[in-house]
């Protein structure tokens, strides 16, 4: 996971997403990249608030992705050894 990319979310429906290569500026109006399936796990850049509509995000097998703010909610704690 590229660094930055550390709050875990978990989709509540289906999402779309819009991929954006290193590099290059997302645009949001072009037609999404592909779905992400409800319950999926992935990676938001910072904290959603309520002035911006996207989000960058990071999903394994994918890699850097926006996403719509909205769709998603935190994911619940992982269990640690200690």
């Known amino acids: 996971m590229p660094y930055g990319y550390y709050l875990p979310y978990i989709a509540d429906s289906d999402q779309p997403y ?19 399936p409800k319950g999926s796990h992935l990676f938001l850049q910072r904290p959603p608030d309520t002035l911006g509509t996207h989000q960058s995000a990071y999903l394994y097998g994918i ?20």
């Open 18 to 36: 819009w991929q954006y290569p290193d590099g290059q500026l997302p645009n949001p109006k072009k037609n999404p990249a592909g779905t992400i």
């Open 63 to 82: 890699g850097r992705i926006l996403v719509k703010i909205g769709g998603f909610r935190p994911a619940p704690a992982s269990p640690t050894n200690c």
